[in-house]
T-cell receptor, first 113, second 114 residues
Framework: DAGVTQSPTHLIKTRGQQVTLRCSPK?????VSWYQQALGQGPQFIFQ???????QRGNFPDRFSGHQFPNYSSELNVNALLLGDSALYLC???FGQGREKLFFGSGTQLSVL | DQQVKQNSPSLSVQEGRISILNCDYT??????FLWYKKYPAEGPTFLIS?????DKNEDGRFTVFLNKSAKHLSLHIVPSQPGDSAVYFC?????????????FGDGTTLTVKP
């Protein structure tokens, strides 16, 4: 049973570019959440997708957008990259929108130069 | 304003002894709390959780205590093992607008010495 998979593992971009990160949830899960983890900090909630719609959103600018596909996989897009966007981006899946535990992928390490 | 705080960035204990990790929260709308463990180059892994209707939940060597009046929870690991060395995150979520949106602390790095 595959867990949560994310791609790519590492990514290097320059300021102003755009990036797309991908996530496949754990089998049987229908909800995908994205988190940003800066060095030395805990994961910060970006948004959550359920039934192909954004259901919850954290305090992130509109440069951060996402999508969920019918097979429940998801993409995170970041436009006009800033140096401060350098972080580990974690995808987490769960069943339903509830308060239950999250299953995380290993993350995508994004470096913006 | 950080709503979930882990005030100890690191903790070192001897193998076999008890590890106590602490977490404080400020948002009274939180009613479900979780602990995650994270090894380097891996995503966080769920460890144990507790609902606000309880004050204690136990799972093997891991016990979480919740003090609602103090808005404080703690994770006890007994006995501690070297394999427990990792970063531990406290997280909180709640009903309605907070459902499905977990708020994390900044983590405590636990080192268990053989």
């Amino acid at each position: 049973d595959a867990g949560v998979t994310q791609s790519p593992t590492h990514l290097i971009k320059t300021r102003g570019q755009q990036v797309t990160l991908r996530c496949s949830p754990k089998s049987g899960h229908d909800t995908v959440s994205w988190y940003q983890q800066a060095l030395g900090q805990g994961p910060q909630f970006i948004f959550q997708y359920y039934e192909e719609e954004e259901r919850q959103r954290g305090n992130f600018p509109d440069r951060f957008s996402g999508h969920q596909f019918p097979n429940y996989s998801s993409e995170l897009n970041v436009n006009a990259l800033l140096l401060g966007d350098s972080a580990l981006y974690l995808c987490a899946s769960s069943f339903g929108q509830g308060r239950e535990k999250l299953f995380f992928g290993s993350g995508t390490q994004l470096s913006v130069l | 304003d950080q709503q979930v705080k882990q005030n100890s960035p690191s903790l070192s204990v001897q193998e076999g002894r008890i590890s106590i990790l602490n977490c404080d929260y400020t948002n009274s709308m939180f009613d479900y709390f979780l602990w995650y463990k994270k090894y380097p180059a891996e995503g966080p892994t769920f460890l144990i959780s507790i609902s606000s209707i309880k004050d204690k939940n136990e799972d093997g060597r891991f016990t979480v205590f919740l003090n609602k009046s103090a808005k404080h929870l703690s994770l006890h690991i007994v006995p501690s093992q070297p394999g427990d060395s990792a970063v531990y995150f406290c997280a909180a979520s709640g009903y309605n607008t907070n459902a499905g949106k977990s708020t994390f602390g900044d983590g405590t790095t636990l080192t268990v010495k053989p």
